[in-house]
Each structure stands twice: as C-alpha cells, then as structure tokens.
C-alpha cells in the first residue's frame, strides 16, 4: 500500500478561532447560544450549563451549523479516513458487561481465542489494503502480557507498513493484574513490541454508578483516565470514546465530555474522539433508552462544540451506518472510519454497516457531504488528497437495425 506523505494536512488550522469568528453570522442564531459562540471564540471553555444548554437546545440545525463552523475553521472540507481491519484476538471475557454482544465465556462454543499464528495469517488476507490494524477484545484468563509481546513483534516483523492500534484501557489493566506488573511496564513492554495507539474503547460513561450497573467490574472511571494519561507520558497516542443511550442522564454525558477535556489539557495526548450510541441487538441491557439519528447527531456536534481541543471527532460507520455518517460530517465530524474489511463487535449488536468498502466508496461517501476526502495514516501525521481513479466510460455501440 502507498506510504503516505509526512503532512500537517491533519492538524487543526493555527487560526481555526479567527476563521471561525469571520465565518460564522452570530446574529443568525437563537440569542441563548451568542454566549456560547462567543466563548468559542475567544478561546473559553464551555462548561456543565452551556453543555446542557446545548443538549436541551430544540434547533439540532443550529447546532450543527456552529459545530460544522467550528469544524470547518479547523480542517475546511478536509475529511479524513484510514484503511483499516478489526481483528478481534478473542471474544472470551471474565467479564459480563450488559451492552456487550460479543464476549463468550470460555466453554462457550463459539468461543475462541486466535494463536499467534492464526491472527498474522488473518491479517495476511488484508495486508495489500490496510495499513492499520484495529485490535480489542476479550479480557482472556490466559492471554498473557508474553503472548502481546509476540503478537505485536510478529506483526510488525511481516507487516512493517500496518500500524497496530490494539488493547482498551481495561485490557490493559487485566494485563497489569495477571502478569503483576504495572500499568506503566505493561504500556511500555507494548510499545517496545510494536503497539503504535490504543483505541480508547471502554470509556462508556466515565460516572461509576452508571459503570456498575452496565458493565460492572471494568475499570473505574478514574483508572479508564489514568491509564490513558500514562499512554500519554509514554508517548502512545489514544483515543478515547463515549457509548451513550444506555442509561445515563445528559448531565453525566455532559460532565464525560468534560473529563475528557480536562485530562487533554493536561497531557495532550488524545488524537481523536469517537461518540456512538449503544445498540441493542442480543444484549442484556432492556432498560436503555437509546438514541435516535437526531440525537446522534446532536451528539456529535456538542462534542465538537464542547472539546475544542481533542483535534478529531470521528463519524464511527461501523456503529451509526453509512447513511448518518455522512450526515455526521455535516454536524462536527471530520474523521470517519474507515475502510474497515472486517468488524465483529458492533456487528454482534445488530450494526449492519457495509464492511469491505473501497477507498473509491468511502472517497464517494464523504464527498457525498459536500466534502474532501484525505487519507491519513493512525497518529495523523502523514496525510494526502486521495484522488478517485477515474472510472472509464461506457462507449455505447450503436444499434444496428435488423
Ligand atoms: S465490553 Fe469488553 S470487558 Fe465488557 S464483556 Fe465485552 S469484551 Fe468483556
């Protein structure tokens, strides 16, 4: 696959405040949001109220229009995507949180835990069009710190060009407790292997009694913090996520947003920001109330309002569809993903994204938003234009009368 060029094209416009305050027509908008434009602006944080202001705010387009103008001041029409795959080394976890479609416990049949083997030769089949691998799963009682070691030198060793953007926060704890060895020997032993990101899954809701009730026994909201800002230390970008329509209030969604934000003031180590809403299908959740496309997209665009400085917000296609992400890219978002070959976990809870895209179906995708499509590599530094091939046309033969 095409290594990409070394490129800021990923990185927010310097000025993107100045841009935005010449773009954006104050007086257009309902009185109540002026203050919020205006902190916008001049560079202040939103805080809890602007948050729920924004929340109960009855205009989704209004919304949209400041957060597209936040995004638009950042990147322009730039939108960005990668090619990517999701292997999912094990569905077995000790664990039993109630969102969860995927996990199995280990006697279960359709469980399964790949060898070192078996996940590069999974991986084999995509090598030619992916240059990242995306890998989560399980919390596995025998899966040691060793076997990651392995697995990520193997990878890197046939595969140097794919990235390896692996392991949540919880993962990384389990690995801490089963091999007793700190967070920080367990990050750093990753990274020396070959691990370039973590993904940031499992943030859910950063509220603990919200925790105990959807996925009781993962790590603490202030440990799903902490093991990201020793990411951060170390030098391994992440990313972090938020999973709402569980059962959480707009309060908690909201004081989420801000932690996030706190802890990237602090470390500046967050690369991107992906919230998608909880789905479904074969989980053991009936008490959730769910979002609907509007709030999705409500959503997206508080957080681009409200985290100003977590440089991406991605559209996250496996789990909203194809359909809302582009729409998405309207409202905030200027990061999709991706050219996903493969993808158990959102499938096992019912998405029915379309896996196998090209990079020319994605490109169509994100023009289709009336914008442009940049490929990027996983820590947004290399980046480049993708320019469509053109398709040839169709010379029609002319009809010969019988
Ligand atoms: S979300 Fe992760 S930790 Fe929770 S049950 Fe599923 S696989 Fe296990």
């Not at 202040?44 to 602007?50: K, P, Y």
């Not at 078996?118 to 995509?126: A, G, I, P, S």
């Not at 949540?168 to 700190?182: D, G, P, R, T, Y």
């Not at 309207?330 to 493969?342: E, L, N």
């Amino acid at each position: 696959m095409e290594e990409l060029p070394i490129s800021p094209l990923a990185s927010p416009h310097p000025e993107w405040r100045s841009i935005f305050s010449q773009n954006i027509s104050i007086h257009q908008f309902d009185v109540e949001l002026h203050s919020i434009i205006q902190k916008i602006i001049d560079g202040n944080e939103l805080n809890e109220s602007d948050g729920l202001l924004l929340f109960h705010h009855p205009s989704l387009s209004q919304l949209g229009a400041i957060a597209w103008g936040v995004k638009h001041a950042m990147y322009g029409k730039n939108v960005f995507f990668n090619s990517n795959v999701h292997i999912n080394q094990t569905n077995v976890c000790v664990l039993a949180c109630k969102f969860c479609a995927f996990r199995r416990g280990a006697k279960s049949n359709d469980a399964y835990e790949y060898s070192v083997e078996e996940f590069v030769n999974e991986l084999e089949t995509y090598k030619d069009a992916v240059d990242e691998v995306h890998t989560v799963g399980g919390l596995h009682p025998d899966l040691t710190i060793e076997y990651y070691e392995e697995l990520f030198t193997t990878v890197k060793k046939r595969f140097p060009h794919i990235a390896i953007k692996s392991l949540s926060a919880v993962e990384i704890k389990h690995l801490s407790q089963q091999s007793n060895i700190s967070i920080a020997e367990v990050l750093m032993r990753l990274k020396n292997s070959g691990l370039t990101s973590l993904p940031g899954g499992g943030a859910e809701i950063l509220n603990d009694e919200v925790r105990a009730i959807i996925c009781n026994g993962k790590e603490s909201s202030q440990e799903y913090l902490a093991i990201h800002r020793e990411a951060h230390h170390l030098g391994i970008p992440t990313n972090c996520t938020m999973l709402f329509g569980t059962i959480e209030t707009p309060e908690q969604r909201i004081q989420h947003l801000i932690q996030l934000r706190n802890l990237q003031s602090e470390t500046n180590g967050f690369q991107c920001f992906v919230p998608y809403p909880f789905l479904q299908d074969n989980t053991r959740l009936p008490e959730a109330q769910l979002a609907t496309g509007q709030e999705i997209l409500r959503m997206i665009s508080i957080s681009r309002i409200m985290i100003t400085n977590i440089p991406h917000i991605k559209a996250y296609r496996m789990n909203i569809g194809d359909h809302l992400a582009e729409l998405a890219l309207q409202y905030g978002a200027d990061d999709i993903d991706g050219i996903v070959q493969k993808e158990s976990i959102m499938h096992s809870a019912g998405s029915n994204a379309l896996l196998e895209l090209d990079n020319t179906m994605l490109a169509k995708l994100i023009e289709n938003s009336d914008s442009i499509p940049i490929r990027r590599n996983t820590t947004y530094d290399r980046a480049k234009p993708f320019i469509k091939p053109e398709i040839p046309r169709i010379i029609q033969l002319p009809v010969v009368q019988g």
